[in-house]
């Protein structure tokens, strides 16, 4: 990995942890990353992908919790830069600024766009004469890795790689993961071996659909329009404007 190289893949990871929480320190003069959970040192990231840790950092659950987190974000940043730097240029029809072709099938593309506030991922369908893109979808670049995650699962499906039917859409993704929340948040008893299973679902759904929070407040907000319009009509009040 050339300086210029590292350099990138320090920045996007940066980024990719801040958007978790964590505090990252600029690099050591070994050429490490220093990351930090409340202020205090949790380990430090290589260019590799890996991380490098001390056992007492990472003593309690929460900690260990925080240095999972941080090694699967790094070999996710890790995977995805190293395809962008090997990557050609997307060069179609009226296409400017630098997006890089990573996966190309069936008349669809997958293209990683570098930007100062991180990569953003898009999937096209190609048009028929193979000159032009149509119907982007966006990813990014605020999302973390979870936008890497979202985008290939995009383009699996557009491009039939995996069969649509196969897959939740991001709307029942959302009512999954409010149901679930339903249950551990209420008094119903559950076995720890089924908490942990749907605890883990959430999580899963989480990573899933980027735009998560907001997809569940539109629709928590619905419901209870649809709620309050049920006790109005069924009340017989009126209401002056």
């Not at 590292?6 to 978790?20: D, G, I, M, P, V």
């Not at 679902?201 to 907001?214: G, H, K, Y």
Request: hydrophobic share 35%; charged share 25%.
């Amino acid at each position: 990995m050339s300086a210029e190289e590292k350099s990138r893949y320090f920045q996007e990871l940066t980024l990719n942890l801040q958007h978790e929480g964590f505090i990252v320190k600029p690099e050591t003069a070994e050429g490490l990353l220093p990351v930090e959970l409340d202020d205090q040192r949790l380990c430090l990231a290589l260019d590799t992908g890996a991380v490098r840790y001390w056992r007492e950092d990472a003593a309690d659950d929460r900690r260990k919790a925080a240095l999972d987190k941080v090694v699967s974000i790094t070999k996710t940043t890790a995977e995805y830069m190293h395809q962008i730097e090997a990557a050609p240029r997307l060069m179609v029809g009226s296409l400017t600024g630098d997006y890089r072709l990573l996966a190309d099938f069936n008349g669809v593309v997958l293209a990683g766009h570098p930007t100062k506030y991180g990569i953003q991922f898009i999937t096209w369908e190609r048009m028929p004469e193979r000159s032009s893109l149509n119907a982007g979808n966006y990813y990014g670049p605020s999302g973390g890795v979870d936008s890497y995650t979202a985008a290939k699962r995009n383009f699996a499906a557009r491009s039939g790689l995996i069969l649509r039917s196969d897959l939740f859409s991001p709307e029942q993704l959302v009512e999954v993961y409010r149901c679930v929340h339903e249950i551990l948040d209420s008094s119903y008893p559950i076995t720890e071996g089924r908490r942990k299973c749907l605890e883990s679902t959430i999580e899963q759904i989480a990573r899933s659909v980027p735009d998560l929070n907001e997809r569940v407040e539109i629709s928590n907000g619905e419901e209870l329009e649809y709620v309050d319009a049920l006790l109005t009509e069924n009340s017989g009040m009126q209401f002056t404007s």
